[in-house]
């Protein structure tokens, strides 16, 4: 039987916006590790870290001051109403095997000393100075993150130092050596959405949601370390003229190839308003209007492009999922993908190369569309991470901003 983590979130009721937005994504990370998250229950950031808890899909456990549930933040998986009122405080510390702080209050501060002072591990986010605070005989001192990336990657270091303390093996650096994953990123519904997948290109496919695509990146490397991050969007924009990507990514389509829509030329995405945009492309492109689908994406290509400008700090390639799957099937599929039926063949093709989807991705999901085109990314930038794909054109393009154009497959 597996044994669940539990992880505590604390902080203050009446929390900053910064702080509860800081909550929201420890608890989203956190249930992306599959522990439980744990809260005292109400608003401020027990209710952000119960909130991103569910986003993720995760569960969340409320531990209420109360002796009824009325107050109990909407967003929870499960409440208990102790009636303990701030002695629950201690209940909470003590059912926890890490303690993450967000923000600071008196009631905060109670936690993380009593944490401390019972041996359960604390980090802290903009959480008390406790510096001058001195230790003693079983006194395990709090560790500061600069962030809730670091912050639950350092959780996660500590769950798995107790389990090999416990397991009697040696703790010598990162208790778990995480295998390269490779993450395959679409476009949806409030930004991206990703697919985090073992680099052998087979396995479970675990999905994360963040509205701009360096925090989707960083969500993902607090999960494993990754090797390539293979996105469905234009990546090195062209000055004037049509990138040569699409022009073959269209040919090798066939009758697919409407879904590759022209990039826009650099400063047509500058032009605050989709007139303006035609303007310049037609001035640019030698009499080439602009798709309204493609200054549609302006938001999302200019998200990337100052990702990717300067070094991101992991492989970036642009992959188109039609022609992912083309390469998975042997050609250019024949149904749409928005269709209830190309999305019954789209999860067969993927499945069939063995990926493993998560429970919940069916052909009448709610934006199913853009999970498995993620999907479908992750299994090519695990063939880029291997050496074994292939890009239109052999020899990338280079505009003024000197990335390689080229679309991997």
Same mark, same amino acid.
């Given at each position: 039987?597996?044994v669940?983590r ?6 203050p009721a009446d929390?900053?916006a910064?702080?509860?937005?800081q ?6 990370l956190?249930a ?6 744990v809260t005292g ?7 952000g870290?119960?909130?991103?808890c569910?986003e993720?899909g995760?569960t969340?456990l409320g531990l209420?001051?109360g ?12 409440s208990?109403?102790?009636g303990?009122?701030e ?5 909470l ?6 303690v ?5 209050s008196w ?5 993380v000393?009593?944490a $401390?002072?019972t041996?359960?591990?604390v /980090?802290? #986010? &903009?959480g !008390? ?5 001195? %230790?003693g ?5 709090p560790?500061?993150a ?11 270091r500590l ?7 416990r397991?009697?093996?040696?703790v010598?650096?990162?208790?778990r050596?995480?295998?390269p994953?490779?993450l ?5 519904a ?5 697919a985090l ?8 496919v675990?999905?994360?949601?963040a509205?701009?695509?360096?925090t989707?990146?960083e969500e993902?490397? $607090? ?5 390539? /991050?293979? #996105? &469905?969007? !234009?990546?090195g924009?062209?000055?004037? %003229?049509?990138r040569?990507a699409?022009?073959l990514?269209?040919?090798r389509l066939?009758?697919?190839g ?6 826009p ?6 032009a605050p308003t989709y007139?303006?945009a035609r303007?310049?492309s037609?001035a640019r ?7 309204a ?11 990337v492009d100052?990702f990717?400008r300067?070094?991101?700090?992991v ?9 992912s ?11 749409r993908k928005?269709?209830?039926?190309g999305a019954?063949?789209r999860?067969?093709?993927l499945t069939?190369h ?6 919940g991705?069916?052909?009448?999901a ?5 999970v498995?085109d993620?999907?479908a990314a992750?299994w090519?930038?695990a063939?880029?991470?291997?050496g074994e794909?292939?890009?239109l054109?052999?020899?990338p ?5 000197g990335i390689d154009?080229a679309i991997?497959?």
């Open positions: 039987m597996t669940r539990y992880v505590g979130v604390v902080g929390a900053s910064r702080q509860v937005a909550a929201v994504e420890v608890g989203r956190l992306g590790h599959g522990v439980v998250v229950g109400l608003d401020g950031v027990m209710g870290a119960a909130r991103g569910a993720a995760g969340s209420l001051p002796a009824d549930r009325a107050g109990a933040h909407p967003s929870l998986s499960l208990v109403p102790t303990l009122g002695m629950r405080n201690a209940l510390v003590r059912c926890c095997d890490v993450v702080a967000v923000g600071t009631g905060t501060v109670s936690e000393a009593l $401390a002072r041996g359960v591990p /980090v802290l #986010v &903009d !008390p100075r406790l510096d001058d605070v001195p %230790g005989a079983g006194v395990v001192a560790v500061r600069d962030g809730p990336v670091q912050a639950v990657s350092l959780a996660m769950l798995d130092q107790q389990e090999s303390t397991a009697g093996r040696p010598t650096g990162p208790a050596e995480v295998a994953h490779v395959g990123v679409d476009g949806a409030g930004g991206w959405v990703g997948l073992p680099v052998r290109g087979t396995g479970p675990r999905l994360l949601r509205p701009l695509i360096r989707l990146v993902a490397v $607090a999960l494993a370390p990754l090797a390539v /991050v293979a #996105v &469905d969007i !234009p990546i924009l062209p000055d004037t %003229g049509t040569q699409d022009v990514a269209r040919r066939g009758k697919r409407s879904s590759v829509f022209p990039t030329v650099r400063d047509a995405l500058a007139a303006q303007q310049v037609v492109t030698g009499g080439r209007s602009l798709a689908q493609s200054y549609a994406l302006r938001r999302a290509i200019l998200d100052g990717v300067p070094d991101p700090g492989r970036v390639v642009e992959v188109h999922p039609e022609l799957f083309a390469a998975m099937a042997g050609g250019p599929l024949d149904s928005k269709d209830r039926s019954l063949e999860i067969g093709v069939s063995g990926l493993v989807l998560p429970d991705v069916d052909a009448d709610r934006g199913v569309d853009d498995l993620a999907a992750a090519t930038g063939r880029v991470a291997r794909a292939q890009r054109p052999e020899e393009e280079r505009f003024s901003d154009a991997w497959s």
